[in-house]
């Protein structure tokens, strides 16, 4: 679980990123998920463009994204969210600890 310092970082480092998966009309398929998976093991926090479709299928997707990849969520804007999986061998990212 991800410490509202530790969102509020996320979230900064986030916020020149662009989407770097986009789930289209098809939503969550198996080639999607491996996209995902490469994407937050190469750069552990990304941005995936949910498609324009109803929130109730965003969160769904999100939930799915969360559980599935055993990825954090940070924050939604939009049709946009943003995730964060850090890479235990070699991250990126160094968290604030409060």
């Known amino acids: 679980m991800l410490t509202n310092t530790q969102i ?4 900064s480092a986030a916020h020149p990123l662009r989407p770097i998966v986009l789930i289209g009309a098809k939503g969550l398929t198996a080639a999607v998920d491996r996209e995902i ?3 937050l093991e190469s750069h552990e926090l990304i941005k995936i463009k949910l498609g324009n479709i109803d929130d109730a299928s965003q969160q769904h997707m999100i939930n799915h994204i969360q559980t599935q990849h055993k990825a954090h969520f940070v924050q939604k804007i939009g049709h946009t ?10 991250s990126q990212f160094k968290l604030p600890k409060n």
């Open 8 to 11: 509020r970082f996320l979230k």
């Open 37 to 39: 998976n490469l994407a």
């Open 81 to 90: 969210a943003i995730f964060f999986r850090q890479n235990p061998k070699d």
